[in-house]
C-alpha cells in the first residue's frame, strides 16, 4: 500500500507572535515545529504499513525551511518525501490544496492522510479541498482508522457521539486528537532520515504556473489581542466582598 500524508510547518503552540512595521508576522526568531494534527496522520500512516506492508510518503508545500518538518517525518520512519517550493508567494487554502493535487495526481497513491487542520489558520479546509480536486472520498476528523480489502472503515466524531464511514480507495482521511500517540524519532532514525530522499520540485515541475495559484482569500490586516489585565483583589469581610465581586461581574467584566 502507497500512503502520502500532507503536512505542515506551522509556529510552535509555545511562541511569542510579534508583528513587524507592515503590521505582518514576523517570522524572525520564532520556532517552527509539524503541525501537530499532521503528526497524528503520519503515525497512522507508519502504523499501517508496519502492519501491512508498503510505503509512506510525506508531501508538503512551502519554503525551503519546510525540509526541516519533512526531515522529521522522515526520523519517524516515513520513506521518502517530496516538497514543493512555492517560494515567498502568498498561498491560502484553494491555493496549497490547487499544489498538493497536483503534485498528488502524478504520484501512486492508494491513501491519502492528513491533520483536520493546521493550527496556526484553523481552517480545515485543504484536505477537503484535496479530494474534491483529486474527485476521490473524504473522511474527516477521525480518530479510529482500519484499511483492508481496498476499503478504509473510519469511526469520526460527531456532535453527541461517533459516526462510522466506509469508503472506498483512493480517500483522503483527516486525522483528530485520539487517534493514535505520535512516537518521537529516535537517533537511530534521526541519522537514517539524511539519508532518505528529499525531492525538490517547483510549481514548474508539477505543472503550474502563477496564475493558476492565484490566491482568492487575503488577509488584509493581523492585530494581537489586547495584554490581559492584572487580577483584582477585592478586601472585606465576606458578604461585603461578595456583593463587590458581583457588581464587578456585572458592571465592568459584564459577563452576569
Excluded: H, W
Excluded at 487542520?117 to 474527516?140: F, M, T, W
Aim: proline fraction near 4%.
Amino acid at each position: 500500500m502507497k500512503i502520502l500524508v500532507c503536512l505542515k510547518q506551522t509556529f510552535d503552540t509555545e511562541a511569542k507572535i510579534v508583528l513587524d512595521g507592515n503590521g505582518k508576522i514576523d517570522r524572525k526568531g520564532v520556532s517552527m515545529i509539524v503541525n501537530p494534527y499532521d503528526e497524528f496522520a503520519v503515525e497512522e500512516a507508519l502504523k499501517i504499513v508496519e502492519k501491512d506492508g508498503g510505503q509512506v510518503t510525506v508531501i508538503s508545500v512551502g519554503e525551503q525551511q519546510a525540509q526541516d518538518a519533512l526531515r522529521q517525518a522522515l526520523a519517524m520512519g516515513a520513506d521518502d518525501a517530496v516538497l514543493v517550493d512555492a517560494g515567498d508567494k502568498e498561498l491560502d487554502e484553494y491555493s496549497t490544496a490547487t499544489i498538493l493535487a497536483k503534485a498528488i495526481s502524478g504520484m501512486e497513491y492508494d491513501l491519502v492522510l492528513g491533520g483536520f487542520r493546521a493550527i496556526d489558520d484553523g481552517s480545515a479546509q485543504v484536505a477537503g479541498r484535496v479530494a474534491e480536486i483529486l474527485n476521490i472520498p473524504v473522511v474527516n476528523v477521525v480518530t479510529k482508522l482500519e484499511v483492508a480489502g481496498g476499503k478504509a472503515v473510519a469511526t469520526r466524531e460527531i456532535e453527541g457521539g461517533n459516526e462510522v464511514l466506509e469508503v472506498s480507495l483512493p480517500a483522503v482521511i483527516t486525522a483528530q486528537k485520539g487517534l493514535n500517540e505520535p512516537r518521537y524519532p529516535s537517533m537511530k532514525g534521526i541519522m537514517k532520515a539524511k539519508k532518505k530522499p528529499l525531492a525538490k520540485k517547483t510549481l514548474a515541475d508539477v505543472g503550474l504556473d502563477d496564475s493558476q495559484i492565484a490566491p482568492k482569500v487575503k488577509a488584509i490586516s493581523f492585530s494581537l489581542p489586547e495584554a490581559r489585565q492584572a487580577g483584582k483583589v477585592i478586601p472585606g469581610e465576606a458578604a461585603e466582598a461578595a456583593a463587590e465581586l458581583a457588581k464587578l461581574l456585572r458592571e465592568e467584566a459584564k459577563v452576569i
